[in-house]
């Protein structure tokens, strides 16, 4: 299946094989660059590496993490492309989950001002959100994605073939995201979705697609987040700093994990706010717990996690931005709430591990 992202590129939905590369040999390119991690590497290369003979190859593979996705990691980069006679008619394939995709996408568009790319998102997370909507980055000073910019790969090219091989947690963090786009766009997709708990058993050919379509959808709305966009914050603002909170402790808590939080208590200040219907706080609560389980908050981090919200970038005008839901399917943003709103919402999250 192919989903065009306006007249810019398209985003191809098949495994992927001799098509792909015949159309990627059409563009003339001198060489190809491919960005691996380790795991990629050794996982999802061998899915492809058929199809790169022929072209002067040069691959580049870096350590996988989060805590790769800087400033050095890109100078290795840019070192093994100056090294390897990278040019600019050379083009970058990124394979790899979102710390590739921004991290590759990044340095291949400011090596040389600028090469072409091509998105191959091998986590589930990056399949339905991190390889659409042209964000690109690298943390730095320990910021995420503080230095970056925005920039449309050539092509995205998502294969499901490749989640066989991610680690089921991986997979159920991904997962998150997938929950997201049905509660800000798809009442639909909802309703399907909450009746499944063992994601071992998901047509992700069926559904990847289809999440995919609703952020390809808000990001042609508003590219640059000045409105619409902000709907796929929902459950990131709180979200992002249990996330962060966990991040140097032995708990630690992947994306997905921290956002499964933020579904909760986000949908508990929309249902405070007489938007959301108890009803529906009630089974979005049930769904998270039963494919999340529950993770304690300590009491006397609250103050800490709201400052960590205070310091968010999408906050306008010093009050903490939230995308609220009216009903699952429907988001709505530029929403704010007090410390103690927030403080409830936590209590109610914390209690829901009591009952
Ligand atoms: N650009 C955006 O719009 C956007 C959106 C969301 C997230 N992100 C970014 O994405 C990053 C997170 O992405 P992620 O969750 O994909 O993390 P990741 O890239 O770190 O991948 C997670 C782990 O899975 C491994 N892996 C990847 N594919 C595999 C496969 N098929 N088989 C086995 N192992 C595999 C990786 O090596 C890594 O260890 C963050 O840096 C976040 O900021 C970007
Ligand atoms: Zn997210």
Redesign the pocket.
Known sequence: MTLPVGTDYDIRIEPIGATHFDWLRKRDYAGWVVLV?D??RA??LPLIEAELAGTPTVIIEVP???RF?HLDTCRFIWEEMFRGGVGRRWCCLNL???????MGGFAASTYKRGIDFVQLP??L??QV??SV?G??GIDFYDV??SIGLFKDPIAVWVDTR??A???AR?LR??YAEVIKHSLIADRQQWDEIREWTDLSAVNWTDIIPHSVRIKRDIVLEDPFEHGKRKALNFGHTIGHAVESYFLNRENRLL?GEGVAVGMITESWLSADRGTLAEEDLARITDYCLRVYGHQPIPRDCFDELIQLMRQDKKNERGEINFTFLARPGEAVVNQTATADQITRSLEYYNALGTS
């Not at 790899?96 to 921004?102: H, L, N, Q, R, W």
């Open positions: 991690d795991h990629t996982d999802c996988a993490g989060e996705k790899g989950g979102g710390v590739i995709g921004d091998t986590t997370l990056s959100d991190a909507g964000k690109l995420k994605n490749f989640l091989t991610l680690p991986e963090s991904g994306h």
